[in-house]
């Protein structure tokens, strides 16, 4: 999980793609059914009209479909655009030019933080998930780290076309759009660069048909052109707000609220919360020396999402002392008048004075406990019953 990328529209990646030398099919941006019509025609032929969204699943949602003029590809615009697609309204579409496919192939690098370098993947499987592919075709996927320091050297270029069976046409420019891509995600300060599918057409050529540029956001001073692609209005408004204010936030799909002070105590309680049989809602960093205003805000954005049915406090108290966080939960609660459960778990620098000023003072909503495993149990028991 990152806190701190930007993810592009498949358009916007696309442009910045060709910039490298990657080769993509004609296309243009409409917002309405006319611009989508009006864009068909302009591209003539068969066309593909494709929802963008900042989320994976379009197609089996229903947000592509292939037309083969004017009049059909507004018809499919008018159903497209408002789609709502895993909680992304679909507000832009784009209307790509047709080729006439011979293979679909997947080639994504992304950072591995667990080796410290640039991982490439390909697999001869594209279309699909690369993760259906991983679980049903383990051996159908390439996977080559690159050192940093000398960048992608010829020799794993061609380990990668001959290890996945590659030749003639498909051999060379698959090789090309690997070295272009290498470049692309040095060049872009990326932390993925997707295409799936890559294709290789029928008369051999290979293109980039669909896309997905994530770049790291500590590197947007180095690409202003990059941030003001930036879509605030398609931003969570939960996220937005977060990081407004400061705090850690990224919206998930559970039930349970969390919130803890620390990046590496929140990635734990969430691997505790579903150990427990629960589902995080978010990841919530308060950070060291929150105040009560701090987390008086936290709690109002973890509890402002509709799903959240019970809220998980997990604080480990070092510079910032247990004591002093239960007067701010307490002064927090107050503030905002929250009613949903939430469960506490105060560990480290006077704990124990926390646990009684809060066992002393707190309102019926809010509940102690000791260990992050049993916090964990009660949030989850608490959420299955519906904030109860």
Same mark, same amino acid.
């Given at each position: 999980?990152?806190?701190?990328?930007?993810?592009?529209?498949?358009?916007?990646? $696309?442009?910045?793609?060709?910039?490298?030398?990657?080769?993509?099919?004609?296309?243009?941006?409409?917002?309405?059914?006319?611009?989508? @019509?009006?864009?068909?025609?302009?591209?003539?032929?068969?066309?593909?009209?494709? @929802?963008?969204?900042?989320?994976?699943?379009?197609?089996?949602?229903?947000?592509?479909?292939?037309?083969?003029?004017?009049?059909?590809?507004?018809?499919?615009?008018?159903?497209?655009?408002?789609?709502?697609?895993?909680?992304?309204?679909?507000?832009?579409?784009?209307?790509?030019?047709?080729?006439?496919?011979?293979?679909?192939?997947?080639?994504?690098?992304?950072?591995?933080?667990?080796?410290? $370098?640039?991982?490439?993947?390909?697999?001869?499987?594209?279309?699909?998930?690369?993760?259906?592919?991983?679980?049903?075709?383990?051996?159908?996927?390439?996977?080559?780290?690159?050192?940093?320091?000398?960048?992608?050297?010829?020799?794993?270029?061609?380990?990668?076309?001959?290890?996945?069976?590659?030749?003639?046409?498909?051999?060379?420019?698959?090789?090309?759009?690997?070295?272009?891509?290498?470049?692309?995600?040095?060049?872009?300060?990326?932390?993925?660069?997707?295409?799936?599918?890559?294709?290789?057409? $029928?008369?051999?050529?290979?293109?980039?048909?669909?896309?997905?540029?994530?770049?790291?956001?500590?590197?947007?001073?180095?690409? $202003?052109?990059?941030?003001?692609?930036?879509?605030?209005?398609?931003?969570?408004?939960?996220?937005?707000?977060?990081?407004?204010?400061?705090?850690?936030?990224?919206?998930?799909?559970?039930?349970?609220?969390?919130?803890?002070?620390?990046?590496?105590?929140?990635?734990?309680? =969430?691997?505790?919360?579903?150990?427990?049989?629960?589902?995080?809602?978010?990841?919530?960093?308060?950070?060291?020396?929150?105040?009560?205003?701090?987390?008086?805000?936290?709690?109002?954005?973890?509890?402002?999402?509709?799903?959240?049915?019970?809220?998980?406090?997990?604080?480990?108290?070092?510079?910032?002392?247990?004591?002093?966080?239960?007067?701010?939960?307490?002064?927090?609660?107050?503030?905002?008048?929250?009613?949903?459960?939430?469960?506490?778990?105060?560990?480290?620098?006077?704990?124990?004075?926390?646990?009684?000023?809060? @066992?002393?003072?707190?309102?019926?909503?809010?509940?102690?406990?000791?260990?992050? =495993?049993?916090?964990?149990?009660?949030?989850?028991?608490?959420?299955?019953?519906?904030?109860?």
């Amino acid at each position: 999980m990152r806190e701190s990328d930007l993810d592009l529209y498949e358009y916007q990646g $696309k442009e910045l793609l060709r910039g490298y030398d990657l080769e993509t099919l004609p296309g243009i941006v409409a917002g309405t059914p006319e611009e989508a @019509a009006r864009a068909a025609e302009t591209l003539g032929g068969t066309v593909a009209v494709k @929802a963008q969204v900042l989320i994976g699943g379009r197609g089996k949602a229903g947000g592509i479909a292939v037309v083969h003029n004017a009049r059909e590809a507004e018809e499919a615009a008018e159903r497209i655009l408002g789609m709502d697609i895993r909680g992304h309204t679909v507000r832009r579409v784009y209307v790509e030019g047709g080729a006439e496919i011979e293979k679909e192939y997947y080639l994504s690098i992304t950072v591995d933080r667990a080796a410290k $370098k640039p991982l490439i993947l390909f697999s001869t499987e594209g279309g699909v998930d690369i993760e259906e592919v991983a679980e049903t075709k383990p051996g159908a996927i390439v996977r080559t780290h690159v050192d940093p320091l000398l960048g992608l050297l010829p020799y794993q270029v061609r380990e990668i076309v001959f290890a996945a069976g590659l030749s003639g046409d498909a051999a060379k420019g698959v090789g090309r759009t690997l070295n272009n891509l290498y470049k692309a995600f040095e060049g872009l300060d990326a932390s993925l660069v997707e295409i799936n599918p890559l294709v290789l057409t $029928k008369d051999g050529r290979v293109l980039t048909l669909d896309s997905k540029v994530t770049v790291d956001d500590s590197s947007l001073y180095r690409h $202003k052109d990059i941030a003001e692609l930036h879509d605030v209005e398609a931003a969570d408004p939960q996220e937005q707000r977060a990081q407004e204010v400061g705090l850690q936030y990224v919206k998930l799909d559970g039930n349970v609220g969390i919130l803890g002070n620390g990046a590496g105590l929140v990635m734990s309680t =969430l691997d505790v919360v579903a150990q427990a049989g629960g589902e995080p809602a978010n990841f919530c960093d308060v950070g060291g020396g929150a105040d009560a205003e701090k987390i008086s805000t936290a709690l109002d954005i973890v509890t402002s999402n509709e799903q959240v049915e019970s809220v998980l406090f997990n604080i480990f108290g070092g510079i910032t002392r247990g004591d002093e966080v239960a007067r701010g939960l307490l002064s927090a609660i107050e503030k905002t008048g929250i009613e949903l459960p939430i469960v506490v778990r105060l560990d480290g620098t006077n704990a124990e004075e926390g646990r009684r000023i809060l @066992a002393e003072n707190t309102p019926e909503n809010v509940h102690t406990e000791e260990t992050m =495993l049993d916090a964990a149990r009660r949030a989850v028991e608490l959420a299955r019953d519906g904030g109860r």
